[in-house]
């Protein structure tokens, strides 16, 4: 696997959708982000943030692999 030390997104366009993901996750978790910096959270609720990002991003996969499209 290689390295991408410039870290640079492979698909630039998808970073306003991811940070719209993280904000609709945070505030269904009860979590209040900030637009911009958010290293003032705790580890614990950035990582339920980022779980349940991961949760929808494999759900939706797996709709859109059988074919259903919720």
Same mark, same amino acid.
């Given at each position: 696997?290689?390295?991408?030390?410039? @870290?640079?997104?492979? $698909?630039?366009?998808? @970073?306003?959708?991811?940070?719209?993901? *993280?904000?609709? $996750?945070?505030?269904?978790? /009860? =979590?209040?982000?900030?637009? #911009?910096?958010? /290293?003032?959270?705790?580890? *614990?609720?950035?990582?339920? =943030?980022? #779980?349940?990002? $991961? @949760?929808?991003?494999?759900?939706?996969?797996?709709? @859109?692999?059988?074919?259903?499209?919720?």
């Amino acid at each position: 696997m290689s390295s991408n030390s410039n @870290k640079m997104p492979n $698909v630039p366009e998808a @970073k306003q959708a991811m940070n719209n993901m *993280k904000h609709e $996750v945070a505030n269904s978790l /009860g =979590i209040t982000l900030n637009q #911009g910096y958010n /290293g003032n959270i705790t580890a *614990k609720d950035a990582g339920h =943030i980022g #779980g349940q990002m $991961v @949760k929808r991003m494999i759900s939706a996969q797996e709709s @859109k692999m059988s074919g259903n499209n919720r």
